[in-house]
């Protein structure tokens, strides 16, 4: 039986190899680049994924998240246009409290308001705020406005290992046999802040 490394070795490889002729080199195709985090829980995912959708707005390729090609958030406002979701996207399944299948315990335009809100605030040539409505689902998160817009603006700097509430990482260091809970100090200050 092959390991997960092992597998993930044997896809990358050819990846790697027809990518390294492309360009004309050598070495490594990722090289620490890409690296994959332990999400641990749906605000922790929220969080991310709103960074990701972000990107393009931040380094200034688009001006919002419906011009933001090759991005989820494009993906899911044009089905959002139509009254869907994209079914190759984990869907927004709307209340916690309600018996669900898999997916996102939010609703899928309150996420796209809030991203909305977000990139308008971190546009330099725009003014922007959150919304009520993107307050509310802060609020639920039990995420400061300012905590949200830095965690979105800066997840890969804040956080470097299992990104999560503090509840939520010290259960996933007990599981992983873990004895450190690499940033916990971050976790702490940007996402337990308000508990």
Request: proline fraction near 3%.
């Amino acid at each position: 039986m092959l390991t997960f490394s092992k597998e993930l070795r044997a896809l990358n490889e050819p990846i790697a190899r027809k990518a390294n002729a492309e360009d004309k080199c050598k070495g490594r195709f990722w090289e620490g680049k890409f690296k994959s985090q332990a999400l641990l829980d749906e605000t922790a995912v929220l969080a991310c994924m709103a960074y990701v959708d972000l990107n393009p707005i931040r380094v200034k390729i688009a001006k919002t998240p419906d011009t933001s090609d090759f991005t989820s958030i494009q993906r899911r406002i044009k089905s959002a246009m139509k009254g869907e979701q994209p079914s190759s996207l984990l869907p927004f399944v709307g209340d916690e409290r309600k018996d669900m299948t898999k997916g996102l315990t939010f609703n899928a335009k309150d996420y796209l308001q809030l991203v909305d809100d977000a990139g308008r605030i971190i546009r330099s040539d725009k003014r922007g705020a959150i919304t009520q409505n993107s307050q509310q689902l802060l609020d639920r998160l039990n995420i400061p406005q300012e905590n949200w817009l830095k965690i979105t603006s800066e997840f890969t700097k804040l956080f470097k290992g299992a990104v999560g509430t503090l509840q939520e990482l010290d259960a996933y260091c007990e599981h992983s046999e873990r004895k450190r809970r690499q940033g916990a100090a971050n976790c702490r200050r940007w996402l337990d802040s308000a508990q």
